[in-house]
C-alpha cells in the first residue's frame, strides 16, 4: 500500500527557512514525478514544484528565486526548502506522486506550515 | 498561466440531488482536466482524470465532460458523503494550475 509520510517544522519566522521532507513507502519511486502542492487556509490549492527519481525539476515560477526541491533516491525522498518565507507562505503544504501526465494520485497528510513573528 | 475558473464557489445541495460543477480554463486544456474531491481537515482525492477517466474506486455517480476550454463535473443522486469541496487541474502546460474549488454542502 503506498504512503506518502511528511514531516518539517511547523511554525516560522518571517525570513527563515521552510523545510518539508516526504518520504515514500511502497510502489515504484523511479515511475513518477514527485510534487510539493501548498493550501493556504481556507483557500484553494497551488502546485509549487515537481522533481523526478534523477533530479530533474521543474517550479512554479513565483516562488523559483526562493525554492529548493532534492530527492535522494537511495530513501526514496524528496524534499522542500523555500527561504526568506514571509506570512505569505503560510499553507498546509502536501507532497504528492504525480503521474507522467501530471495528475497527483496519492498524497501526503499534509503539514501545516505558519509564519509568524 | 493558464487561469482555471470554477463556478459557482458554493452549492447547496441534498441527499440525492444531480449538482453539477463547472471549470472553465483561460485557453485551449485540449482534454487534460481532473477533477479532485477534498474533505476538511484532508489532502485532496483524485476522482477524473482526462475529462472522463473514473479512478480506481470512484463510484459511478461521478461523472465529467467538456473539451477545449469549459468542462462540467456532475454527482448524480448526491450522498452524504459527497458533501466536500471539489477543484479541477489543467495539466496542459506549466505550472499546473488549479481551480479556486466548490464547496458542496
Known amino acids: 500500500q503506498l504512503q506518502l509520510q511528511q514531516w518539517g517544522a511547523g511554525l516560522l519566522k518571517p525570513s527563515e527557512t521552510l523545510s518539508l521532507t516526504c518520504a515514500v513507502y511502497?510502489?515504484?519511486?523511479?515511475?513518477?514525478?514527485w510534487s510539493w502542492i501548498r493550501q493556504p487556509p481556507g483557500k484553494g490549492l497551488e502546485w509549487v514544484g515537481e522533481?523526478?527519481?534523477?533530479?530533474?525539476?521543474y517550479y512554479n515560477a513565483s516562488l523559483k528565486s526562493r525554492l529548493t526541491i532534492s530527492v535522494d533516491t537511495s530513501k526514496s525522498q524528496f524534499s522542500l526548502k523555500l527561504n526568506s518565507v514571509t506570512a505569505a507562505d503560510t499553507a498546509v503544504y502536501y507532497c504528492?506522486?504525480?503521474?507522467?501526465?501530471?495528475?497527483?494520485?496519492?498524497w501526503g497528510q499534509g503539514t501545516l506550515v505558519t509564519v509568524s513573528s | 498561466d493558464i487561469q482555471m475558473t470554477q463556478s459557482p464557489s458554493t452549492l447547496s445541495a441534498s441527499v440525492g440531488d444531480r449538482v453539477t460543477i463547472t471549470c472553465r480554463a483561460s485557453?485551449?486544456?485540449?482534454?487534460?482536466l481532473a477533477w479532485y474531491q477534498q474533505k476538511p481537515g484532508k489532502a485532496p482525492n483524485l476522482l477524473i482524470s482526462?475529462?472522463?477517466g473514473l479512478e480506481s474506486g470512484v463510484p459511478s455517480r461521478f461523472s465529467g465532460s467538456g473539451s477545449g476550454t469549459e468542462f462540467t463535473l456532475t454527482i448524480s443522486n448526491l450522498q452524504p458523503d459527497d458533501f466536500a469541496s471539489y477543484y479541477c487541474?489543467?495539466?496542459?502546460?506549466?505550472?499546473?494550475?488549479f481551480g479556486q474549488g466548490t464547496k458542496v454542502e
Open positions: 504528492a506522486r504525480t503521474r507522467v501526465v501530471r495528475t497527483f494520485d496519492s
Open positions: 522533481i523526478n527519481h534523477v533530479g530533474s525539476t
Open positions: 485557453q485551449n486544456i485540449n482534454s487534460w
Open positions: 487541474q489543467q495539466y496542459k502546460s506549466y505550472p499546473w494550475t
Open positions: 511502497s510502489g515504484s519511486f523511479s515511475d513518477y514525478y
Open positions: 482526462k475529462v472522463s
